[in-house]
């Protein structure tokens, strides 16, 4: 992955500030509805995480997962059910234990199918994710498909020390903002590295990279688990956000709109899926509240941004700030 | 000399058509070999059958005596083996730095002859281009970058099929300087080209396939012999 432009660069570092600035202006902009956005912002964020590391398999790797969702659902379902009832459950615990649990079943999930390639990885990752909505959805483990609760947010502490309260809105909006950019830097010391470079050769051509001595099947196993691991920290984040977990969350539908969320933004440039996350549930919010057949125009918004700009909206911004794409990969 | 690689009794198949009939062929440590034939005579499928890109239906293909037939082809390659293919395969989200980054490693006897600097210093005009994407390089360009790419494994044998098609004169005369100067660092090379001269003058042996058969193999062919005029057309 090329080097962005840096006036690129300083555009996104602006949209950070502005966005971590939010939260001390956002009443005087919107007094009515601060705390609702501060809300969706936090979960929009949550998202972009999602769809970061979904861009990881999709735009880098050219693998088109259909069952990405499986990975956040189980991220949060791993929450829910290490939490205890009626206490805060230990965060320095649950959180890895989950995101353990979730690297476990993405390298299962991916070792099954890696081997296919196109239509059939998409069929074999659609099957996966399925099976995981149905095994919460009809079973009693976790609520069945009523879900299941998180009564009391994780505690964050040291030595019996609170360091976060996870439990304040704004608090929890910092986690998400925290996360979004902690995910972005440390794809793209991964990307850089020369594990990132085969894998990004491998999106290209797997053939030629296996004519330089990689072997694709081991290079495309640990991206397919670095990606389903950081889709469970951002279900994770989710269910503590939310305080509720359901199946819909490892459905093929939550898994769709992930892939929108990365074609939108521009595959393969990592900061594009992220954008597209803001411009889906953004945009998606202002239709809802517009109409209530807000579908309709969803469409319509999804098809006019693919036919116009192929390449995303990341793809138009790295045209915009180096006049030319450095972004071939992305089609 | 010892044998590196060998295929013994190749049969090679695409489809229902017979492509290579019975072939031995073998490079020794350190040898440079040039393959040669017109068009569609299995120069590249040989090529192809020693690396398991394809895999011969019958006959054996040894590294260093060990039999690696059917073996994965990165498995292969990893045993010391660096593969420049026919249209250079350049990535193209990849840019000149990258592409050499990702490919550095050591050779099998833990040799890091062939170092980021020293590719460098070999193609300086690839120093200037660090931060361009490989595609956006010209044809010697992309040949150079090819070459140094496969250099940076610190492999024992080196592959070229058609280095120099397609290139200006004097690019051409530049990938032959350089692939003089690996020959002299004791790297074993399969060279395949069209430029049968240079071949004559650069190679160890001379190995000339017809149809899917070996139909010269030796080391004292010169631009008169019959066997050129006859099956190369020089």
Same mark, same amino acid.
């Given at each position: 992955m090329s080097r962005l432009p840096r006036s690129l660069s300083i555009?996104?570092? $602006?949209?950070?500030?502005?966005?971590?600035?939010? #939260?001390? !202006?956002?009443?005087?902009?919107?007094?009515?509805k601060h705390a609702f956005l501060m809300q969706k912002l936090t979960g929009i964020m949550i998202m972009a995480v999602m769809a970061m590391s979904l861009d990881l398999l999709v735009g880098v790797a050219g693998l088109v997962s259909m069952g990405h969702a499986a990975f956040f659902g189980l991220g949060g379902y791993m929450l829910a059910m290490l939490s205890p009832e009626y206490?805060?459950?230990?965060?320095?615990? $649950?959180? #890895?234990?989950a995101l353990v649990v979730v690297a476990i079943a993405s390298a299962m999930v991916g070792y099954l199918s890696i081997r296919t390639s196109g239509i059939y990885f998409i069929m074999v990752t659609l099957a996966f994710g399925q099976m995981g909505f149905y095994f919460f959805n009809d079973s009693k483990l976790a609520g069945g498909s009523d879900g299941a609760y998180i009564m009391v947010k994780p505690a964050v502490e040291i030595l019996g020390v609170s360091l976060l309260n996870l439990g304040d809105k704004r608090t929890l909006y910092y986690v998400g903002l925290g996360a979004l950019v902690g995910v972005y830097l440390l794809l793209r010391v991964v990307l850089a590295s020369p594990f990132g470079r085969v894998v990004s050769a491998i999106g290209?051509?797997?053939?030629?990279v296996r004519g330089l001595g990689f072997d694709p099947v081991a290079y495309k196993l640990l991206a397919f688990t670095i990606g389903g691991t950081i889709a469970g920290?951002?279900? !994770?984040?989710?269910?503590?956000?939310?305080?509720?977990?359901?199946?819909?969350?490892?459905?093929?539908?939550?898994?769709?709109e992930a892939l929108v969320m990365v074609i939108l933004g521009g595959m393969g440039t990592l900061f594009g899926p992220a954008i597209g996350a803001f411009v889906f549930e953004l945009a998606k919010m202002g239709f809802e509240s517009v109409t209530e057949h807000w579908l309709l125009p969803m469409g319509a918004m999804i098809i006019g941004i693919v036919l116009l700009l192929p390449k995303g909206v990341g793809g138009l911004l790295l045209q915009l700030f180096s006049g030319r794409s450095k972004m071939e990969g992305g089609q | 000399m010892t044998t590196f690689i060998a295929g013994t009794g190749l049969?090679?198949?695409?489809?229902s058509s017979h492509t290579l009939h019975g072939i031995d062929f073998a490079v020794r440590r350190g040898e440079t070999v040039a393959l040669?034939?017109?068009?569609?005579?299995?120069?590249?499928?040989?090529?192809?059958?020693?690396?398991?890109?394809?895999?011969?239906?019958?006959?054996?293909?040894?590294?260093?005596?060990?039999?690696?037939?059917?073996?994965?082809?990165?498995?292969?390659?990893?045993?010391?083996?660096?593969?420049?293919?026919?249209g250079r395969g350049m990535f193209h989200n990849l840019t000149v730095r990258e592409h050499l980054v990702m490919s550095a490693r050591p050779g099998n006897d833990g040799r890091r002859d062939w170092t980021y600097e020293r590719i460098l210093e070999t193609f300086p005009r690839l120093a200037e281009r660090l931060g361009s994407l490989g595609t956006h390089l010209s044809g010697g360009e992309q040949q150079m970058l090819a070459v140094g790419r496969a250099l940076m494994t610190n492999p024992d044998l080196l592959i070229l099929d058609e280095a120099t098609e397609g290139l200006a004169p004097l690019i051409r005369r530049e990938i032959w300087h350089v692939i003089r100067s690996i020959k002299e660092t004791g790297i074993a090379s399969i060279i395949v080209d069209k430029n049968v001269?240079?071949?004559?003058?650069?190679?160890d042996r001379h190995v000339i396939l017809v149809k899917g058969e070996v139909v010269y193999d030796g080391s004292d062919l010169t631009p008169e012999s019959e066997i050129l005029k006859r099956h190369i057309g020089v």
């Open positions: 555009l996104l570092s $602006v949209a950070i500030i502005l966005l971590g600035a939010y #939260p001390l !202006f956002g009443d005087v902009l919107f007094p009515n206490s805060a459950a230990n965060l320095w615990v $649950v959180l #890895p234990a290209v051509n797997e053939n030629r920290l951002a279900g !994770f984040l989710a269910a503590i956000q939310y305080g509720f977990v359901n199946p819909a969350t490892l459905s093929w539908h939550h898994s769709g | 049969h090679t198949y695409y489809g040669m034939g017109r068009n569609g005579m299995g120069k590249s499928t040989l090529l192809k059958s020693l690396l398991g890109i394809v895999n011969p239906r019958q006959g054996k293909v040894t590294m260093n005596g060990a039999d690696v037939t059917g073996a994965d082809t990165h498995a292969i390659i990893r045993r010391g083996i660096a593969y420049v293919p026919e001269n240079v071949l004559l003058g650069l190679a």
